[in-house]
């Protein structure tokens, strides 16, 4: 299982934000470099959004979904939980 730490990255080293892993040996790593969006200003997030989603409609991606709750069930492959009716 993958396991996450918080960490900044400083030139080639890392400052652990958090508890470190606790292997003491050399362990292979990924490293996402997480860009900063609050930088951006809440207008141009908002530009954005609303861009993405008016194209989203042009394409019309989501108008062949007639029943959303019986698609989101199939995507995520959900099995019937006990005592709820679907």
């Given at each position: 299982?993958?396991?996450?730490?918080?960490?900044?990255?400083?030139?080639?080293?890392?400052?652990?934000?958090?508890?470190?892993?606790?292997?003491?040996?050399?362990?292979?790593?990924?490293?996402?470099?997480?860009?900063?969006?609050?930088s951006?200003?809440?207008?141009?997030?908002?530009?954005?959004?609303?861009?993405?989603?008016?194209?989203?409609?042009?394409?019309?991606?989501?108008?062949?979904?007639?029943?959303?709750?019986?698609?989101?069930?199939?995507q995520?492959?959900?099995?019937?939980?006990?005592?709820?009716?679907l």
């Amino acid at each position: 299982m993958l396991r996450t730490y918080k960490a900044i990255l400083r030139d080639n080293h890392i400052e652990w934000l958090e508890q470190p892993p606790e292997e003491a040996n050399a362990v292979p790593v990924y490293i996402t470099v997480l860009n900063d969006l609050a930088s951006e200003p809440l207008s141009k997030r908002g530009r954005m959004m609303a861009d993405a989603l008016a194209e989203l409609a042009q394409r019309g991606t989501l108008a062949a979904i007639t029943d959303p709750v019986s698609w989101q069930q199939e995507q995520r492959s959900e099995r019937p939980l006990p005592d709820r009716e679907l």
